[in-house]
């Protein structure tokens, strides 16, 4: 039987993929999901895999990856599996998830939002759609090279062409050794545009020392920048 199209055009129903151990916060979460209209495969985090191979789960039909609260080692392990199983799904974390801050920054950056517990229909709602804008930047960017972290085109908000045009020639420069000039008037988003691109850029691990040039002197910004010798 052919699944009816998503609002979005979507010809294919793409379910949610549970990762959860406790079978009382599965139950729950899968309650709440399918109140919500959404299909819902629970697994755990040693059969997930099977689960989606027996439902037939390709990558194209995941809507999104919940993920149940574990301990730091074994989230990372999970989420690295995840990822490498697809890394264009997004990853969502529910329960308690101060555990974040033992991620590595690549991992912490994967997911696309957590959800408290007990659920409850704002936050989920919230989740789904931060997932559905993680996955709409991943499709449209994962032909354009340079790009290294999809992940954090979501904080370029927007839909109109001139910032699908942005992203575009940023994925373009992200990953090259060029000098990038970032024009604009104040509070339009120069320095988010710069960390995006520093972020995808071979120099993503090292610092990232935003400037204020306005605040300093002129005579101390050559000094400020590049440093001075007494006399």
């Known amino acids: ?14 379910r949610i993929l549970l990762i959860e151990e406790s079978r009382k916060t599965s139950h729950d979460t899968v309650v709440v999901l399918e109140f919500l209209g959404e299909e819902v495969v629970p697994s755990n985090r040693n059969d997930w895999l099977e689960a989606v191979g027996r439902e037939q789960l390709d990558p194209s039909s995941v809507k999104l990856v919940l993920i149940g609260a574990y ?3 074994t989230l ?17 974390l529910i329960g308690n998830h101060d555990v974040l801050d033992g991620l590595s920054d690549r991992m912490r950056n994967r997911v696309t939002a957590t959800v408290p517990l ?12 931060k997932a559905k804008v993680y996955r709409e930047y991943y499709e449209r960017l994962q032909d354009v090279g340079g790009v290294r972290d999809y ?6 908000v927007g839909r109109s062409g001139a ?31 710069a960390r995006n691109l520093h972020a995808n850029s071979p120099r ?11 605040a300093i002197p002129p005579d101390l910004l050559e000094s400020e920048l590049f440093g001075h010798e007494k006399g």
């Open 1 to 14: 039987m052919e699944q009816e199209p998503e609002a979005d055009g979507d010809v294919r129903r793409r």
């Open 71 to 73: 301990r730091p080692r």
């Open 76 to 92: 990372e392990r999970l989420l690295g599996e995840v990822d490498e199983w697809y890394g264009g799904v997004p990853l969502v």
């Open 118 to 129: 007990p659920l409850s229909h704002q936050p989920v709602l919230d989740a789904l759609h």
């Open 151 to 156: 992940n954090m085109f979501r904080s370029l």
């Open 163 to 193: 910032i699908q045009r942005i992203r575009q020639i940023m994925g373009h420069v992200a990953n090259t050794e060029v000098t990038v000039l970032i024009t604009g008037e104040s509070g339009t988003g120069k320095e988010v545009v």
């Open 204 to 214: 993503a691990g090292k610092p990232f020392v935003p400037i204020n040039c306005g």
